[in-house]
């Protein structure tokens, strides 16, 4: 990989870089994830972290723990976690299911929640996490994808807006 500086990469890296505070962003690792979901390398890195544009344009940033679950969701096999991880995706992001690590669009049932800025918290052992609520808009945290091999603690930086309640069906007078 090489750095770029006014190439037409540029933009993507600040793009990635948006995702996690400068501290943590100015030396890591750059990637972009294109549509077919390949990784392509923009710039190398010196701290462990890894920060990807996804083709949609969502930022985020890993540690290695967060790599190493990656790699296990991507790949749909035990995530590999040995401690606690962290990631931020300080832009939100554009949906997922709060229910099913694998839907990509919202049906009746997966609960799908749109994120602004937070930070999410991975544990090695995810029954740590029983106690946790996954309500998505109790005003704090919450446990995404629990039950699963890839249940992650969600925690919003800026108050989730809280969805609208389901229309009363009205009574014939």
Known sequence: MTK???????????RAMSAAPPSISKNATIME????????????GTNG???VVEADGTPMCLDKEWQAWADGWVNKKDPEV???GLAYMLKGDKGASNTDPYAT????????????AHVMVLTPNTSQLDALP???FNGGPWVMWKGTKYAHIMVPIVPMKKSAPAAKPSTPK
Do not use: E, F, H, Y
């Open 4 to 14: 770029t500086g006014g190439s037409p990469d540029a933009a993507k890296i600040a």
């Open 33 to 44: 994830m294109t549509a077919d979901n390949k990784m392509k390398p923009l710039r190398d």
């Open 49 to 51: 972290w890894l920060c």
């Open 82 to 84: 040995k401690g606690i």
């Open 105 to 116: 669009a919202p049906t009746p049932n997966n609960q799908w929640v749109v994120s602004p």
């Open 134 to 136: 996954t309500d998505p």
